[in-house]
């Protein structure tokens, strides 16, 4: 443990523990300590400015913070963020305040479920997600990706949040289930804006129960029985398609579908993978890519270069060795880099000990909420050099991997400095297919548009993902490429 990096910016020696029960042993005694009211504790500073909450723990290693009668911290420390995800693992849980949160959701799926329930079930799915399966998706995403290109005209006013949505959830839909959306599309995504609703952490409603019947929980709730009863359907013409010989597919669809036909997988859980593959898989990518192509868009010279190296490369979408070859197109990469890190789709997430613990020398009573913030150790300014610039080159000396969670440069900066994607055992199960997605949507659309804002600065509803808080336009010309 470097002390020296360490609760660096310990203040003075006045103690602010409250009478609220929080902790004074962590992070020293600092007087910059967001302080919690009677009964609702931080809320009020969460709702207020959900992210300005995120940044204040810069230069933290463990912030306490309560919500109501939880007592949370925030792990903001890379050492932390790795005992918890990968060094002392076993010792965590997802936990009650993520099943209170996101459990109506997710439910018995893959995200949320514990020990040997969620090893099964990452078991089953994981063939879905082999190297060489990822690699057989990149035909379909540059197809996708030139497809939606191919209808913008020059000079057109695109939002590119809302065309990212439409390809990454077509392409989830294609690659991993074996379905045209069609119409279903609406469902999805009607679902996808009542789920931000819901869990807009600005609003204090997304803290409290859902069956408060609020007009955003009664819309969510109605959303929500919609999209199960699509899903439903999707599930039943599959299985009926599979008996009578008329699909062989082995997308993740039909390998959930064997796993309920051999006791491997109940209905409901089946259902609930869905709903977690089809939200998990194409919000997140979705924002990456509209972060990514915004950014490139306010800084035009980087585009340009971005650009040139992709014409350099060749045809994406024709690239005769498959453009999937790792590596093959690195400008790109460090441009989806650094976007992951400056707006990492998954801002925060979070985890409970299930026993009490010692993290970075504070004693974490069981239960204790542990807010895991890819937002606050991206933008730390004691591991990034100008934290809050879009600057891909401070990729370039990457040792590899850097998105892996591993290395971001030969620096000292520590591993979980950077984990868009989580760590451990319990990573994220879709991020190569998400980097690869997003390396092709880049270099086809870079090659045949170059973008200029017509959104100029980004502003943010965080929700469950870092939703942007309203359309983000962006001007696209085939001149002067
Ligand atoms: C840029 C895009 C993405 C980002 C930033 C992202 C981020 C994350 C993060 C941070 C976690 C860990 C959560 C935790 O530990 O509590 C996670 C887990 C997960 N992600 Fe992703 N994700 C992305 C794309 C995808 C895609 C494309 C898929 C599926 C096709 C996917 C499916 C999942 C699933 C199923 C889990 C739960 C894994 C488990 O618990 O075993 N994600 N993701």
């Known amino acids: 443990m470097s002390e020296e990096t360490r609760a660096s910016a310990t203040t003075d020696t006045a103690s602010t523990a409250d009478d609220h029960g929080d902790p004074s042993s962590a992070d020293g005694d600092r007087t910059d300590r967001p302080k919690p009211l009677p009964v609702i504790g931080n809320l009020h500073q969460i709702t207020g400015d959900p992210l300005g909450f995120f940044d204040a723990a810069r230069g933290h290693d463990l912030l306490p913070y309560r919500m109501f009668t939880d007592q949370c911290y925030v792990v903001a420390h890379p050492e932390g963020v790795q005992a918890v995800l990968v060094d002392d693992d076993d010792a965590y849980r997802k936990g009650e305040m993520m099943q209170r949160q996101i459990g109506s959701l997710l439910g018995d799926g893959i995200f949320l479920a514990e020990e040997g329930d969620w090893q099964d079930q990452r078991s089953t799915m994981q063939p879905a997600f082999y190297r060489e399966r990822i690699a057989g998706y990149a035909d379909t995403m540059t197809e996708k990706s030139a497809t939606m290109a191919d209808g913008w005209t020059d000079g057109q006013v695109v939002d590119v949040a809302e065309v990212s949505s439409e390809l990454t959830l077509a392409v989830l839909a294609d690659t991993l289930l074996g379905i045209d959306p069609g119409s279903d599309r609406d469902i999805v995504a009607h679902a996808a804006d009542a789920i931000a609703a819901r869990y807009d952490s600005r609003r204090v409603g997304a803290f409290l129960p859902e069956w408060i019947p609020s007009p955003t929980n009664r819309r969510y709730r109605r959303a929500l029985a919609d999209l199960r009863r699509t899903i439903d359907r999707i599930i039943d013409d599959r299985r009926t398609a599979i008996e009578e010989g008329s699909y062989s597919g082995t997308d993740l669809l039909s390998m959930l579908i064997a796993a309920t036909a051999d006791g491997g997988m109940d209905d409901q859980t089946l259902r609930d993978n869905v709903v977690t593959f089809l939200f998990a898989g194409h919000e997140t990518t979705a924002l990456g890519l509209t972060y990514a192509l915004h950014s490139l868009a306010t800084e035009p010279d980087e585009q340009a270069s971005v650009r040139d190296a992709v014409d350099e490369f060749g045809d994406p979408v024709i690239d005769p060795d498959g453009a999937a070859a790792r590596d093959a197109l690195p400008a790109v990469d460090r441009v989806v880099d650094e976007t992951l890190r400056l707006y990492p789709p998954v801002h925060v997430f979070f985890r409970e000990p299930a026993r009490s613990v010692d993290l970075l020398d504070t004693r974490v009573p069981a239960g204790t909420v542990l807010a895991l913030s890819p937002w606050t150790c ?88 870092l939703q942007p808080d309203g359309p983000v336009r962006l001007r696209v010309d085939t001149d002067s490429l």
């Open 378 to 465: 991206h933008r730390d300014p004691r591991w990034w050099e100008n934290p809050e610039a879009f600057r891909p080159d401070r990729w370039e000396t990457s040792t590899g991997d850097g998105r892996n969670g591993g290395p971001a440069s030969k620096s000292s900066r520590p591993e979980y400095a950077y984990f868009p994607f989580g760590g451990g055992p319990r990573h994220c199960i879709g991020m190569r297919f998400a980097l690869l997605e997003l390396r092709l949507t880049l270099a086809v659309l870079l090659s045949q548009y170059r973008f200029s804002p017509v959104t100029e600065t980004l502003s943010f509803a965080p929700s469950a993902t």
